[in-house]
């Protein structure tokens, strides 16, 4: 087993990625559409921040 995973490991130095094929493709995929929704929630978050903002200032006029 330990020879395999060094054998593996040897060839993933000289190939990249392709020593693994197949592996963290859907992961990586997950990943990304995660960070891509939470920087759009901030975004959101930070718009509604300003509009209370707005609107505090409003209601005290």
Same mark, same amino acid.
């Given at each position: 087993m330990m020879y395999s995973w060094?054998?593996?490991?040897?060839?993933?130095?000289?190939?990249? =990625?392709?020593?693994?094929?197949?592996?963290? @493709?859907a992961r990586d995929e997950e990943?990304? !559409?995660?960070? +891509?929704?939470?920087?759009? =929630?901030?975004?959101?978050?930070?718009?509604? @921040?300003?509009?209370?903002?707005?609107?505090? !200032?409003?209601? +005290?006029?």
């Open positions: 060094r054998k593996a490991l040897k060839q993933s130095k000289q190939d990249g =990625l392709k020593a693994f094929p197949g592996q963290g @493709k990943l990304f !559409q995660l960070r +891509r929704r939470v920087a759009d =929630l901030e975004e959101t978050n930070e718009i509604l @921040k300003k509009a209370a903002v707005i609107f505090a !200032q409003r209601d +005290r006029q």
